[in-house]
Structures are given as C-alpha cells and as structure tokens.
C-alpha cells in the first residue's frame, strides 16, 4: 500500500502551535514576499469564510474582518518539514517528499515490521503530532494517485483507505478539481463538454480526451480510469559535486581566474567531506566571453577531497584548455565517480604534506567562525572584488544571477 501524507493548514498550525493566543481563531499567514499580498494559508477557522492559499490579502481580510494577519517564518517550516521526511522513513526507506509538506511512503515489504497500513498511518499522526506539535492527514491505496485525493477527504487528523479494486468507484463522484494535475484550464475546457466530474473523464473516449488535452489528458483519463502506474521514488543521490561561478566582468588575468579556481575548489572540497565522500574524476569547465563553452575530464589514480588536490589537477586542465589569452566569463570545476571514505587504502596515493588534516582542521574553524575565516593566501584578492558573507564569498553579481 501507498500513503499519502500530508501537513494540515501547515504553516498557520506552526504559528498556532508556536502562539497559544493564536489557537481556535481565524488566522492568515502572509506570502513569503508580503508586497505582493497573498495569503500562504490560513488556519481552518479562517477557511470557513472562504479564504485559501493564493488569496489576495484584501479580498481575505473583507471576506473575514476579524482574521488576524501575520507573517510567515520560513525557516521554522523547514524544520518542520526535516521533522516530518525524519518521522516517515523511520518506517521505510521507500520515501518521497513533493513538497514540503507532503510525502509519499511505500509500505511494500514492510508486512512483516508493521501490523498494517492503518496503524502505520496512526502511529506517523501520533509522532507528528507528539514531536512536531501539529496534525496531518493520511490517505492509504495501492496508487499514488487515489492516495493523494484520499488524504484530502478527511481533513483534519483524517485517515482515509481506498481498498485495492475500488480506485475507480472511490474516484468517480469526486468533482475534477480533486484529480492532481487537472488545474483551471483543463477543467475549463472539460466544462465545455459536460465533464465535470473524475467519472465523467473516465466514461470519455481516450482518443477523445487526447483531441482535446492531449498527452497529458491521456494519462489524466488513466488515473482517473484507476490506473496511476506511478512509483514512489526516493530522490536519487546526487553524481556529482561542483561549483562554477560567472565573472563580473570578463577577463583573462590568471592570477584572478586561479585564485577563483583555488576557491571554487575549497568549496567542493568542504561540500565532498560533509557528504564523507571523495571522487575520482575532475571535470574542469571554462566560458570564454563569446559564450564558447570549453570542458575537460581527467579521471584520477586516485579519489580525492581536498581542495589542494582538486586545485593542483584543475590547474592542470586548465593549462590544456585554455591558451591563456582568450577572455573568460565563467570557470567552474566538479567531481565525481564517487568513493565513500574509508573504503579502501589507496597504494598509489602520494602524501600530500598532510592536506587532508589541514583541511580537517580548516573545516572546525570553518564552521565556527565562517568560511572565510581561514583560507589560503592567494584567495586573498578575491575580497576586494566580491562582498564577504558568513558562508564566503557573494559570487554572481544580482545582474548576473538569474
Ligand atoms: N503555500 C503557499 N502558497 C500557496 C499554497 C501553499 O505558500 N499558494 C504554503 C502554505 C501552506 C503550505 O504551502 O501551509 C502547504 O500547502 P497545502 O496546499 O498543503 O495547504 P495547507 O497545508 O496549508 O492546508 P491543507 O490542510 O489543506 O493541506
Ligand atoms: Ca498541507
């Protein structure tokens, strides 16, 4: 079985939970950008005069005059959230996150752990509740789909199961904005036709429906039909890790392109020893100012993640790549065919003085007191050219970062 969990009233239940004064009342928290005056949410007291996420803050504050206004916190929703993906893979590793407040789980091949879907559902309800201080709804079938719709019908604190054989029967009297991926437009156009409802969809000719919506109303026309053949993915780890950056203006001054080389290089090589990985290939890109894009790969004898080592190779590349004349605008470097650490002895790796423990011990510094409160000295020229922020350097400038 499949479930859907999701966050209630989300970011109004952390205010309401964080401020007692906020319980049982109708309230609205603002956008992330409150000059552009919509609500994020609003609590379900609120709801109850019509308010919903997206609403202009005007049109909110009309419909419920008394609604008390205020401002959302990011950062205590994302913790929140780490809390919340936590709880759900604490029952499978079979979890997908798609939004911040929403996560799938497959529960197959987990019979054997758990009694069953339902206390699965109950028991992510209590811990959320228990750690986090909020409620959540769960939906429970064999297709995300039906999962997802069924986690919405009891909202909130519901739990809502769709036994295997009744999707179809489940979805059929449900109105066509409960269907995920069936926005305003495609309804607009199925009301053209009388279709208003997921049964009505699903009575269509497929051939019919890809006329008029095409590909994407045919596989609309399978989940409605109970077909949603999707799998829960759990994200995949990442391949790669790299940094580039775009100059501020362009230029050709080695000193300059090394010492930003050096410092792309300190990045990925603090970001590789957090993940306590390290890797064997170096690819090495450079733009020139014409928008000619230049790439390089080097597979090493050896993985590495220290920034010296990335730096010396990349150094190396780029002597080959690049004739030293024509003008950069972007330079950036990256690794991957990843090693765990500590895997295996590397018989052919020369001692690099020592690198890998200086840059440990940069690394405690680092987290201390900031990145740049340690760096080697030729990245020194790079503070007069980019402001200095806690985490480094402020590389693109807002013109040139989109
Ligand atoms: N959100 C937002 N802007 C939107 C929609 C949502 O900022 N247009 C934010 C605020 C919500 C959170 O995302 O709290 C989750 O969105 P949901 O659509 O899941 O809505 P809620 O969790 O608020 O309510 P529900 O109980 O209906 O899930
Ligand atoms: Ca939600």
Redesign the pocket.
Same mark, same amino acid.
């Given at each position: 079985m499949i479930l859907h969990i =999701? +966050? =209630?009233?989300?970011?109004?239940a952390i205010e309401q939970r964080d401020n007692p004064q906020l319980r049982g009342k109708p309230i609205i928290?603002g956008?992330?950008v409150p000059a552009r005056g919509v609500a994020?949410?609003a609590s379900y007291e609120a709801r109850r005069y019509g308010i919903y996420?997206?609403m202009p803050l005007s049109k909110a504050m009309r419909l419920c005059p008394q609604a008390i206004l205020v401002p959302g916190n990011f950062f205590k929703y994302e913790k929140a959230s780490d809390q919340f993906v936590r709880i759900c893979s604490s029952f499978t590793p079979l979890v997908e996150q798609i939004? +911040? =407040?929403?996560i799938f789980l497959d529960l197959e091949g987990t019979n054997l752990l758990w009694p069953s879907s339902i206390w699965v559902a109950r028991e992510i309800q209590a811990r959320v509740k228990r750690e986090i201080g909020i409620t959540c709804s769960v939906g429970i079938a064999s297709q995300k789909t039906v999962a997802k719709v069924a986690s919405g019908v009891r909202?909130?604190n519901g739990v809502t199961l769709v036994p295997q054989g009744e999707e179809k029967e489940f979805l059929t009297p449900l109105s066509l904005d409960k269907l995920p991926g069936c926005g305003p437009k495609t309804q607009a156009v199925l009301r053209n036709f009388e279709i208003v409802k997921i049964g009505d969809l699903a009575k269509m000719h497929p051939e019919h429906v890809r006329l008029l919506l095409g590909q994407h109303g045919l596989y609309l026309w399978q989940v409605a039909n109970g077909q949603d053949f999707s799998e829960v993915s759990p994200p995949q780890p990442a391949k790669s890790t790299g940094r580039s950056t775009t100059f501020p203006f362009d230029t050709r001054n080695p000193e300059f392109i090394l010492a930003m080389l050096y410092y792309l290089s300190q990045r990925v090589a603090k970001d590789l020893r957090e993940s306590s990985i390290s890797g064997r290939c170096l690819t090495l890109t450079a733009r020139s100012a014409d928008f000619a894009t230049f790439c390089m790969q080097e597979t090493l004898p050896y993985p590495i993640n220290t920034a010296h080592e990335i730096f010396q190779n990349s150094k190396l590349i780029l002597s080959k790549l690049w004739d030293g004349y024509t003008s950069l605008r972007l330079i950036g470097v990256s690794i991957s065919q990843f090693n765990r650490l500590n895997q295996q002895l590397h018989l052919f790796k020369p001692k690099f003085l020592g690198w890998e423990k200086i840059e440990q011990a940069m690394d405690q510094i680092r987290a201390k007191y900031g990145f740049l409160s340690i760096y080697p000295a030729s990245i020194a020229r790079l503070e007069g050219i980019y402001p200095v922020e806690h985490r480094g350097l402020k590389l693109a400038t807002p013109s040139l970062s989109r």
């Open positions: =999701d +966050l =209630d009233a989300f970011f109004a928290v956008g992330p994020a949410t996420s997206g939004s +911040l =407040d929403e909202k909130p």
